[in-house]
């Protein structure tokens, strides 16, 4: 079992921004991948980034490629993801999500999920 708990959310200003951080615990040696998701009321969860654990390539979705940044802490175990330029339309409940097996955009190939922190940003 891998238990994530997520932080960092809040409200910003249009092109402002913040960091989310995802701490994982329990049996983390085996984690893969680590990723983002987000989701609006209504909605379908929706891929935001992904890094590789131990390899270091990372994913973004296009609507935030060139603002976000998905990074991680190995020691700290720590996942991050630094959202600049935030944009209203990327006001959603952020989750961050980890597998054992490689990247994937499907949220239903996670096994693990964070509960997930609210991020608004106002126009």
């Known amino acids: 079992q891998v238990q994530l708990v997520e932080s960092g959310g809040g409200l910003v200003q249009a092109g402002g921004s913040l960091r989310l951080s995802c701490a994982a615990s329990g049996r983390t040696f085996s984690i893969a991948t680590m990723a983002w998701f987000r989701q609006v009321p209504g909605q379908e969860r929706e891929f935001v980034a992904a890094s590789s654990w131990r390899y270091g390539p990372t994913y973004y979705a296009d609507s935030v490629k060139g603002r976000f940044t998905i990074s991680r802490d190995n020691a700290r175990i720590t996942a991050y993801l630094q959202m600049n330029g935030l944009k209203p339309e990327d006001t959603a409940v952020y989750y961050c999500?980890?597998?054992?097996?490689?990247?994937?955009?499907?949220?239903?190939?996670?096994?693990?999920w964070g509960q997930g922190t609210q991020v608004t940003v106002s126009s």
């Open positions: 999500a980890a597998e054992y097996a490689l990247w994937t955009m499907m949220p239903s190939e996670y096994r693990y």
